[in-house]
């Protein structure tokens, strides 16, 4: 899972977190959450497809990185957490 993305503050991209190398066979993922951890970023129409946890996010302000963070319940009973540094800047 690449761990750095970046984008520009006027963006409004569409991105995942692909579970697809923690899940075992047969597991699947129940519910999901992404945050930011600040209010700059927007996350919003989060969907769960298969391994992956698919998400919009927008706003920011350049020249700032900011961790977005995805947890999920698989039915196997496990939680997971992974995060990665979104960096806003002038494209």
């Excluded at 700032?64 to 698989?74: A, E, G, R």
Aim: charged fraction near 25%.
């Amino acid at each position: 899972m690449k761990n750095i993305f970046t984008q520009s503050p006027k963006d409004i991209l569409y991105r995942a977190f692909d579970w697809q190398y923690w899940l075992s066979d047969e597991e699947t993922i129940l519910t999901a959450e992404v945050t930011c951890n600040d209010d700059d970023i927007i996350i919003d129409e989060m969907t769960i497809a298969g391994s992956l946890v698919k998400y919009r996010v927008k706003g920011g302000v350049a020249g700032k990185t900011y961790m977005v963070s995805c947890k999920v319940d698989t039915s196997a009973g496990e939680t997971i957490e992974r995060s990665i540094n979104l960096v806003v800047g002038k494209l």
